[in-house]
């Protein structure tokens, strides 16, 4: 499959919208914006400060939940026609309010994940599940990115390829983070595309799936590799995008997969694209 995102004037530049930037050249924060992050805990909060903080993101984040739900919900609706006819400005106009509406959606669930990661209640429901499946509704998931971009996204994913034992909510979140950065940092004509295969694991008897993102976008120099799966750790500006995000995505992608017994990794070079990669259990016995 190739979707293609179709290419418009950069009608955005200039307008991003009163998030916080780190700007270009911003050095990583690794384990950034929160003091509780420190290496050394040197600036570590009294003890319960973190479990408190936690605990007022993951009630308030939820909070948020039910009426962003509600938002989306009806915006859709109203676009779909179901209140009547819209002319094309009026289309135009609300799609931009879906669009930061799903956005804003996207950030509270990674606050509500953050914390609940960090309270240690981001239970997993493992079950067998189809990399095919999850592949393809997280590319429908991100089709919304390439509106007014020129980008190549394939899958190349084996028609035998054995189910992996994972939650598949959680492992959707993965995919959608490592293709929406994918998306973000390939500048305009480049390509994006995500791939799987099993592969006999070290033992000789369990199998394993890994999945990669690749992106021939701007790539990651090796000293920063590390760092950008802290908290809050951004390199840079974003190309044709109007969300800067707030850098988390690769954090919680991390644990999310350190969850599931697994870990992820980056290939990368300054100029040369990157690859991102997991594995993940094949069920043992369909394999
Ligand atoms: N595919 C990529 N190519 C180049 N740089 C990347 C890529 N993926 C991540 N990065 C760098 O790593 C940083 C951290 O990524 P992460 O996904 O955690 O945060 P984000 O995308 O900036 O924000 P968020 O995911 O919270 O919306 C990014 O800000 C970017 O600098
Ligand atoms: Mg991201």
């Known amino acids: 499959m190739a979707t293609k995102g179709r290419s418009g004037e950069a009608k955005h530049a200039g307008k991003r919208s009163g998030r916080r930037s780190a ?7 690794p384990g950034g914006g929160r003091a509780a992050q420190t290496p050394s805990g040197a600036q570590r909060p009294a003890p319960g400060v ?3 903080q936690s605990e007022f993101l993951a009630n308030v984040s939820h909070e948020f939940r039910t009426p962003m739900n509600s938002i989306l919900g009806y915006t859709k609706m109203l676009l779909k026609g179901s209140y009547g006819y819209l002319n094309e400005q009026q ?10 509406a799903r956005h804003l959606m996207r950030l509270i669930d990674d606050l ?3 914390s609940n990661l960090e309270l240690g209640r981001m239970a997993l429901e493992m079950a067998p ?8 509704s997280s590319l429908v998931s991100v089709e919304p990115l390439l509106v007014d971009r020129v980008l190549e996204v394939e899958h190349a994913i084996p028609q035998d390829l054995p189910p992996v034992l994972a939650d598949e909510v959680r492992i959707k979140e993965v995919i959608i983070n490592l293709l929406n950065n994918a998306i973000k940092y390939t500048p305009d004509h480049g390509r994006v ?3 799987a295969a099993a592969l006999r694991a070290s033992d000789n008897e369990s199998v394993k799936v890994e999945i990669l993102v690749r992106d021939s976008g ?4 090796p000293a920063h590799h590390e760092a950008i799966f802290g908290q809050f750790c951004q390199l840079q500006e974003p190309q044709g995008s109007d969300y800067q995000g ?7 992608s991390r644990k999310l997969i350190e969850l599931h017994g697994g870990s992820i990794r980056v290939d990368s070079k300054p100029g040369q694209g990157s690859t991102f990669s997991f594995m993940l259990r094949a069920v043992p016995d369909v394999v």
């Open 50 to 52: 973190d479990r408190l």
């Open 193 to 195: 595309v995500i791939e």
């Open 112 to 114: 509500l994940n953050l």
């Open 218 to 221: 701007i790539g990651i120099a």
């Open 23 to 29: 700007g270009k050249g911003a050095r990583p924060r």
């Open 91 to 100: 289309q135009k106009n609300l799609r931009k309010v879906y669009e930061n």
């Open 129 to 136: 599940v189809s990399v095919k499946k999850v592949v393809l």
């Open 246 to 252: 707030v850098g988390l995505g690769l954090y919680i």
